[in-house]
């Protein structure tokens, strides 16, 4: 069956509005107390998978849920973990803010732990970069949204960065079998890059806040009202799955073709159908979008 196309005339005013306020959040640096307390997370800012067990990168730590749901932290850090994500190879890398009152520079820059993120190293730009969105594929190299610069940065060895596009996004993905393709969520829709990012075409299709690849006919959307979307043509057009639970999304990563995992104002919700049911992993408190 061929998938439609959506029509521009399709993208609400409230969905770019919605859009567009996390933008603005995104190129903000974050100056909040961190009042919430372990049992009532806020703020979800990436999602993954390893080992079957669940990871929840927040304002307060990295998080896994215990028995009852409940969020347990992952290791002692509780820093503000902005970007995050899980490589082929089981490295978890982030970047952010440390926790307030833990000393060292205001932006983590890029960082890994090869422990299930029990232990973090520090890889590069540390004091320089925040980045608010990470993601890799198999055998490519690492893309980081640097949001207070509204560039694209991208490195082969975590430790030297190039310069690439300068756009203004809240969130990227990376082709699972074509490491020079890479995707932003812009307010005008999907922009999309063949060349790694050094130049995008102009967004087009349904506002979505963040997409993440699956596989490579399986490429998925939420927009800022909570429906999700999927493309089997990586963007070119695109098919309305159903709305996700709990509101407004805040990160949102497809482990494969057919599993996702959503972040959305009430908990982080998992489909194993390719987002026609999902079910609640762990509780979160409504927080104002992930980034």
């Known amino acids: 069956m061929t998938k439609p196309r959506l ?4 993208v609400s005013t409230a969905a770019v509005l919605a859009l567009a306020l996390a933008l603005t959040a995104c190129s903000r640096k974050t100056d909040e107390a961190d009042a919430a307390g372990a049992s009532a997370l806020s703020h979800v800012h990436g999602l993954g998978l390893h080992e079957e067990t ?26 503000d973990f902005m970007g995050f ?23 983590l820059g890029l960082i890994s732990s090869s422990d299930a993120g029990r232990g973090w190293t520090e ?17 490519g190299p690492v893309y980081g949204y640097d949001s207070a610069n509204g560039r694209l940065r991208v490195t082969r060895d975590r430790t030297v960065w190039e310069d690439r596009a300068v756009l203004r996004a809240l969130d990227i993905a990376v082709s699972p079998t074509a490491p020079d393709t890479v995707l932003a969520t812009t307010e005008n829709g999907v922009a ?22 699956g596989a490579a006919d399986a490429l998925y959307g939420v927009a ?11 963007a070119a057009s695109w098919t309305r799955v159903g709305p996700v639970p709990g509101g407004g999304p805040q990160a949102l990563t497809a482990v494969d ?29 409504s927080g ?4």
């Open 54 to 79: 669940l990871y929840v990168a927040t304002h307060q730590g990295i998080h896994s849920p215990g028995a009852d749901g409940a969020p347990v932290l992952v290791g002692d850090r509780r820093d």
């Open 123 to 139: 890889e590069s730009l540390g004091g320089e970069v925040d980045f608010h969105a990470l993601d890799t594929a198999p055998g």
């Open 257 to 285: 073709a057919r599993r996702l995992l959503v972040a959305t104002g009430d908990g982080v919700y998992e489909s194993r159908d390719a987002g026609r049911a999902f079910e609640r992993r762990m509780a979160v408190t």
């Open 288 to 291: 104002e979008g992930g980034h």
């Open 85 to 107: 994500t899980v490589a082929a190879d089981g490295t978890f890398l982030a970047s952010g803010h440390p926790a307030p009152g833990s000393g060292g520079p205001a932006d």
């Open 224 to 234: 800022p009202d909570g429906v999700l979307f999927r493309s089997g043509d990586g």
């Open 192 to 213: 999309r890059s063949t060349d790694g990012g050094r130049t995008f075409a102009p967004g087009t299709g349904p506002v979505l806040s963040y997409v993440s690849w």
């Open 7 to 10: 029509p521009r005339a399709a």
